[in-house]
């Protein structure tokens, strides 16, 4: 009985954090959450605007993360020290040159432009914005997949799609 007990307390204490990040804490917020995904080389697998949070991974690629004056700084491991954005004064891009493999990325609590090139991406955002998603779903191995705002699992499209709603915009 005692181990039935702690058993039930530990996963109590796992679903409630896990229950709480799934939930959009404000009114007109939404979720993206995209899985194993890969564009072709210069077309960006996700084209992020969010105010809210993203979280993500990398297998082999590069990001571009614009937090503009206001936002948190975002927290990128496993790609060096980031470069400066030709298009913008507040933009970053890791790795500066090239790609790298196994990038882990967090830009949390804030307004966030997101651009992510390359293979393996996965991540999840919640909060209120835009986003554009490509993939290559014509591959043998497939490109992976998104949900939007809590919606069924599709395969990433083709070609890059117009701006689609996190949230309610």
Do not use: C
């Not at 960006?44 to 990398?58: E, F, N, Y």
Request: aromatic share 4%; glycine share 14%.
């Amino acid at each position: 009985m005692r181990q039935i007990v702690v058993t039930f307390v530990v996963l109590a204490a796992l679903v409630a954090p896990t229950a709480a990040l799934a939930q959009p804490t404000a009114t007109g917020d939404g979720s993206l959450v995209v899985r194993k995904g890969e564009a072709p080389g210069g077309v960006p697998v996700v084209a992020l605007r969010i105010t809210g949070s993203v979280i993500g991974h990398i297998d082999y690629g590069r990001i571009v993360i614009d937090a503009g004056a206001n936002s948190p700084i975002p927290q990128v491991i496993g790609a060096g020290v980031p470069g400066p954005s030709r298009k913008s004064d507040t933009a970053q891009v890791w790795p500066a040159s090239g790609k790298t493999l196994d990038i882990t990325f967090r830009a949390v609590g804030g307004t966030f432009t997101v651009v992510v090139y390359g293979s393996g991406v996965s991540l999840v955002a919640a909060g209120h914005g835009t986003v554009q998603l490509a993939g290559l779903p014509d591959t043998p191995r497939g490109d992976g997949q998104y949900s939007l705002n809590d919606g069924d699992f599709t395969s990433l499209p083709s070609t890059p799609t117009s701006q689609l709603l996190v949230g309610n915009g």
